[in-house]
């Protein structure tokens, strides 16, 4: 028995017959014991809030932790939102965010890609953009611009209305990312506190919205939205004084979510990440799925890929002009939807500097759905 202890507790100086000893590591595992059971009851606390928080305003919603991606999605005031999880690098450098997105449907300059001027290492690496210089001191002094069009993304962002969402938006989350499909606020951690999850949702919402009217989105009729399943609320804080014992049939004090319940009603597609966001819904019917992917196809599109490993590209399908380079393996950044980028070798090089978890702007088009993995392919060339 004490030969096992010493093996569990190899830092310990526990001797043969050390009766201090062996009273030392009981205590020593059960105080880690007492960590563990803390950490499990922390994340049960965390997955009711999460998904009490879906529940609440409507959003489809499922809760993993202990290192599995959580997601919820749906709509909030006529913006489609997914709110997820995404864990970057690997071993003491692991870290786990949590990311709402708003997602942006019309025509923005491609390639674009907005963010705060000390925001930049978050964003990761961008192919074929460049810094572009406004020439308005305050956008300048205030933001990082990205785009192919230097006259596009200088005529879009100095829009009165898409100025001023900016400036809000930066004032009430720093840590954002606009880019050519979405609305990307990034917090540390899983988020859970519904406080803060709502102000991240309307705060990527409301920049939305007023990108919405510069892009002149014409919405559908709203339709009343069904009632959402309120689940209970977050149990009011104890007070100071000594707790009185509730009498026989009276619940707990309650508090309500942080915010007004939004309008729930689908509206038009969502945009190009929503649509990426629901190829991943195991009911989609195969009809439903094809007309998605072919609408998708369409035209370029851009998305951040969060690395899972970079190979030889073998598909028998891939373009001749991609044969000889490599496919990039992953998720888009903050989606469950899986994705293979396929490179041309001219991009080698780079590509297999790569690693696991960091992130990749992708520009490319919609090649197919590739049902063995359940994968987006995409083609960059």
Known sequence: MIALIELLTPSLPLARGDAAGIIIVPIVLIFFGAIIAFSIHANKKARERWMGFAAHYGLHATAGGFGSASHMSGWFDGVYVHIGTVTRGSGKNRHTYTQFQAMIEGALPYGLQVYQENFGSKVGKFFGGQDIQIGDQQLDNSFIFKGNDPGQVQHFVT???????????????????????????????????????????????????????????????????????????????????????????????????????????????????????????????????????????????????????????????????????????????????????????????????????????????????????????????
């Open 159 to 381: 829009q009165p209305l898409v100025r001023e969402a900016l400036f809000r938006l930066v004032s009430q989350q720093p840590g954002f990312v606009l880019d050519s499909g979405r609305v990307m606020i990034e917090l540390n951690g899983w988020c859970s506190d519904p406080a803060r999850m709502y102000s991240a949702t309307i705060a990527a919402v409301h920049a939305v919205q007023a990108i919405h009217a510069v892009l002149g989105v014409i919405r559908p009729a709203v339709v009343p939205a069904p009632e959402p399943i309120a689940l209970p609320m977050v149990a009011a804080p104890a007070q100071a004084a000594a707790p009185v014992a509730p009498k026989p049939g009276v619940t707990k004090a309650r508090v309500a979510m942080s915010g007004p319940r939004p309008d729930n009603t689908p509206r038009g597609d969502g945009g190009t990440l929503a649509m990426l966001d629901k190829l991943s819904d195991a009911s989609l019917m195969s009809n439903e799925r094809d007309a998605m992917v072919q609408k998708l196809g369409s035209d370029r599109i851009t998305i951040s890929v969060v690395i899972d490993r970079v190979e030889l590209t073998s598909a028998f399908d891939v373009p001749e002009g991609l044969k000889d380079g490599r496919t990039v393996l992953g998720n888009v950044n903050g989606l469950r939807t899986k994705v293979a980028a396929r490179f041309a070798g001219i991009m080698n090089p780079e590509l297999v500097k790569l690693k696991r978890g960091e992130s990749l702007t992708v520009q490319g088009r919609v090649a197919g759905w590739d049902g063995l993995y359940d994968r987006v392919n995409i083609d960059v060339a």
